[in-house]
Each structure stands twice: as structure tokens, then as C-alpha cells.
């Protein structure tokens, strides 16, 4: 199996059914992930929004996710709520998905790991995500990762409260009081 980035050759659509069957058990639990029933079209702007990697079973896509920088508050206002998303300094990853037949495996993993790597390459120093509050088993799989739960927010239309949880690249964990976190909250001139 092999991590690579996106390719234009591959299928939007069945990207966002992996995405849907991977989320089914959280949409089970009462939770509205967008990636429960998310759209192509929303599967193409998430992953349009940053730098998309798959995992490649023999041309089957079994995972995915996408990472990138700071989201721009012109398009993604709700990103107000919480200041990691618009660190300068701050990677993020999203829509990580496992095919349910490969889960258990370390697959996510390895997807967290490339986006991790990614993230270094382009010179961040931290990188964040969100997950709903009650998916206990999602907050233990990420700080066994190395993910400290920093903030919290209730996005629009969520049935939820996420927690925003991040790990340092290099060097020690940010704080909410430092600099680059003051910045990010400051009002864009």
C-alpha cells in the first residue's frame, strides 16, 4: 500500500463514498460530520483546499485526508471561533478517512504521518484538527499520536462541540498566550 498525493485521475466520487462509508459509524453515534453525507462537490473543495494524500491499495483508494495552512477567514469565517486555524505557523488536517475493511491497521497513521511530514517540509511548526467532543475513541487515537486538546468550539450546524487538538513539529507545544496566537486573533487591517 502506498501513501501518495492526490491525482487528478482519481475519483472524486468515489473518494467522497470512502469518506461516507468511513464516517458511517460516527453518523451512527449522532454525529453530523460533514464527512457523513458530504457532497462531491464539497469533497472537491476540501480537497482543492490544500494538499490531498490517498492510500493506494493496487489502484483501490482504501484512506484519504487533506492537509494545508491557515484557512483564509474571507472564505471560512466560522474559522474565527478558534485562532489555531489561522495561525501563520499552524498546519491542519481534515477529512481523514479508512475504509472500514482496512481499519485497525495503522493506515490513519500513515495518512497523519504524511500530512505531518508535509507540514514540515512547508516550515510549520504545529499542526491542528478537530474532532467532536464525544468520540472518545478518536480523542485517544490522537493523543496516543502526540495530539493535546487546546480549544474548543461549536462550529455552525454541528449537533457537537469539537476539540481542537494540536502537536508541536519543532520544538515545544504552542500556548494560547503566545505571540503568534495573539496575532492570529488580531483584526486583519
Known amino acids: 500500500m ?7 485521475s482519481d ?3 468515489g473518494l467522497t463514498a470512502l469518506l461516507h462509508r468511513a464516517y458511517a459509524r460516527l453518523g451512527a453515534m449522532g454525529l453530523n ?20 494524500f490517498v492510500l493506494d491499495n ?5 484512506g484519504c485526508v487533506v492537509v ?23 498546519a491542519h488536517l481534515h ?4 475504509d472500514p475493511a482496512h481499519q485497525g491497521q ?15 517540509e512547508q516550515g510549520y511548526h504545529t499542526i491542528a484538527l478537530d474532532t467532536a467532543e464525544p468520540a472518545q475513541h478518536l480523542r485517544t487515537r490522537y493523543a496516543r499520536l502526540g495530539y493535546a486538546e487546546v480549544d474548543q468550539v461549536q462550529w455552525d450546524g454541528k449537533r457537537y462541540r469539537s476539540l481542537i487538538l494540536v502537536k508541536p513539529l519543532v520544538g515545544a507545544m504552542p500556548t494560547a498566550d503566545d505571540a503568534a496566537h495573539r496575532d492570529a486573533l488580531a483584526p486583519v487591517a
Do not use: K, M, N
Open 11 to 13: 475519483s472524486l466520487e
Open 68 to 90: 494545508a495552512g491557515p484557512f483564509d477567514p474571507e472564505r471560512h469565517p466560522g474559522v474565527l471561533r478558534s485562532p489555531w486555524y489561522l495561525r501563520r505557523d499552524v
Open 95 to 98: 477529512q481523514l478517512a479508512v
Open 2 to 8: 502506498l501513501v501518495r498525493p492526490l491525482a487528478p
Open 58 to 62: 493496487g489502484g483501490a483508494l482504501i
Open 106 to 120: 495503522g493506515h490513519g497513521d500513515r495518512l497523519v504521518d504524511a500530512c505531518e511530514a508535509w507540514a514540515r
Open 33 to 52: 460530520f460533514t464527512a457523513v453525507d458530504q457532497s462531491v462537490e464539497t469533497t472537491r473543495q476540501r480537497f482543492a483546499s490544500g494538499q490531498g
